[in-house]
Every structure is written in structure tokens, then in C-alpha cells.
């Protein structure tokens, strides 16, 4: 079990661009591992690769509150959004769990990935699925919720963020 330190707004790595996974080996197989535990420890309903500094196109996603269903995608790739539209409040592991702020998202999705044994996945998504899916793929595009949202509820979300964050 390996609990990592999740990266915080405004570490520029939240930023970067991730890249593909070529060869799924141990390394990537222990890197999504390390992920699951850090997004239980958290808690936390999905993480992006990036979120611990590593670069690579990988998430992991449980949805289930009490029960653990864990889902690990490869190279994940969202090939049609609806045109339905719906903002509902998102927080994220890289800001401040305690923040929550509107974000407008696909109601609807096609998600295409691997697994972890490197087959292909492919399926329709929608309700929070669909919207936690699209919060992770963001993050591999160097994309997080403050990005997503209004400049005036970013203003909001900053101040927030500010009373929030301990002395240093
Ligand atoms: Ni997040």
C-alpha cells in the first residue's frame, strides 16, 4: 500500500500534458495501485496520473460509496460528448476537497480506453460516471475545474481557497 502526496493547485504539473502509455508493464500496473490507494485514502471518487506528478495517460475511478468497484482506464479518450449540458457542484483532490464549484458538463459520453490488461474498453456514460470521466480525462489535459468555470466563480473559489489554506 502506497499513500502519495497528491499534487495541490497551483503545482504547474496540474498543467502539463500527459502522455501515452506505451507497454503496460509493472511499472504502470504498480503506478495505477499507488493511485487506488492514494484516491481511497483521500477519499476520493476518481484520480488523474498527474495529480502525483506522474505524466502518463492514466485514471482511476470508483464511483461506489460503500463497496469498492475500482475501474482503471489506459489512454483514456472521450469520442463524442452530448450536446445536453448540466452544471452540478465538483470539487477535486487538487484543489480542496471542501471546495465545490459549478461545472458544466456532457450529460452524456462515449469513453474509449484499455484496462489494465490492455484490451480495449469501450461504453456509453452518463450521470456522475460520465461526469467523473470527464473531470479525469481534464486532468490529463493539464485541465482542472477552475478552468471549467465562470472568471467570477473562480474569483469566488480562489478567495475561498485562501481562507482555507493553512499559514505557512
Ligand atoms: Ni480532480
Known amino acids: 500500500m502506497a499513500v502519495l502526496p497528491i499534487r495541490k493547485f497551483p503545482d504547474p504539473v496540474l498543467k502539463e500534458k500527459t502522455k501515452p502509455v506505451e507497454k503496460i508493464d509493472n511499472e504502470v500496473l504498480k503506478l495505477i495501485k499507488n493511485m487506488a490507494d492514494t484516491m ?7 484520480l488523474a496520473a498527474n495529480q502525483i506528478g506522474v505524466l502518463k495517460r492514466v485514471i482511476v475511478v470508483d464511483i461506489h460509496e460503500h463497496d469498492k468497484h475500482l475501474m482503471a482506464f489506459i ?4 469520442t463524442w460528448y452530448s450536446k445536453e449540458i448540466e452544471e452540478s457542484e465538483e470539487g477535486c483532490l487538487s484543489v480542496n476537497p471542501e471546495i465545490h464549484v459549478p461545472v458544466p458538463r456532457s450529460v452524456k459520453i462515449h469513453f474509449k480506453a484499455l484496462n489494465k490488461k490492455g484490451e480495449p474498453v469501450e461504453f456509453e456514460a452518463d450521470g456522475f460516471l460520465a461526469r467523473v470521466l470527464q473531470h479525469e480525462t481534464d486532468h490529463l489535459n493539464g485541465i482542472i475545474i477552475l478552468d471549467r468555470i465562470s472568471p467570477e466563480e473562480k474569483r469566488k ?11 505557512v
Not at 481511497?40 to 476518481?46: E, H, I, K, L
Not at 473559489?157 to 499559514?167: C, D, T
Request: no cysteine; hydrophobic share 30%.
Open 157 to 167: 473559489a480562489l478567495r475561498e481557497l485562501s481562507e482555507k489554506r493553512p499559514p
Open 40 to 46: 481511497y485514502a483521500a477519499p476520493g471518487a476518481g
Open 75 to 78: 489512454n483514456p479518450e472521450i
